[in-house]
């Protein structure tokens, strides 16, 4: 069984934000680095890597499930899972799942209104959770940040984020810090800026793999990306690697686990129909109980952090008839682990703290 999922980007005009085409497309189930941390081949196929497959628990709805948006990732806490819909649902653009794991039904509760009043926010395309994973952050380029927490309360976040603007759909938060992409006709020497909320300072942070108006674009576009104790952790479409940024943008490390595709040489192309894609091998990451979680062709590694040593991996299953299912979205807490798998919508897994040890 075989899973072609393309990702094709491209870019507005000036001051206007770039947007993508889609972030999944088709599913078909069947720098100079100073300190380079690779985890080998021998490695990954070696048996001192334990991996654990699980079979995923269906959410059960009493109305059938939201269709979920293809750009804010879903974000779990303590307090539950916090899901985005493409377009406004009866006014609604953020909805919570809570789950009665007894008989895995959902109860869904419409939480964060459309509009400009406090609370509000018109729509929402990009989310994030904090360095511990407790608050959840939730936000559009150029409008307000709403977060939540452990305990499930909504607050709007009084920090001016609209003094960068965002090219992308991603951003990252660390410590005082984000990490925005910022790569477009005004800004083509550096793909990402890091602003520092405290201090109000900004740094540029890593040089495009491709340059401006060239393809193939994509390659520059980051679709995994997480806060890491000391800075990010980033990956790039088309690659199976992932990148240590410390808090100031610098690359300090570079996670091989996986052969990446490789990068033409940059042309220039006519027709922005011809714009290629590239497959998202890595996409979603996030950090959890000092490990890396990373989501790379369905199946999802464990990463002690920052030793690197790869605790477990699990690979997660709609059901036993199965040899492979598409998790192309997950999050954490300390009580589930859940996934969305394909068109199959949303499943959860009792968090074990095993897959840690």
Known sequence: MSRITYIKAIYAPFFTMKIFFSLFLIFIFGCEINNRSNISESNLKGNEISETTLVANKMKFEEGEF????????QANNSGLYITTPKINNGYVLFKYILNTKDHTVKVDSFVRSGRGPNEIES?????KTIDGDTLMFTTPSDKMLTIDQKGLLSEWDVDTKRITNFGFSFSYSNGKLLIPSFSPIQKEYLFKIYDVRNDEVYDSFTPRVPYGYQPSVRNEILGETPVPDGFAISFLGDRKIYILDSMGKIKK?????KSDEIPQPYKVSNPQETPGAKP????????????????DNVIWIIKYPSLEVKSRIRLLKNLEVSESAVIDFSISDDYLYSRIGRDGMFFNETNSDWFN
Do not use: Q, R
Not at 254 to 258: A, F, K, P, S
Not at 282 to 290: A, H, V
């Open 67 to 74: 269709a979920y948006s293809n750009y804010s990732f879903i």
């Open 124 to 128: 929402i395309f990009m989310s994030s």
């Open 254 to 258: 570079e996670i091989i686990i996986g």
């Open 281 to 296: 091998y890595i996409t979603k990451m996030e950090f959890y109980n000092d490990h890396l979680l990373v989501l790379m």
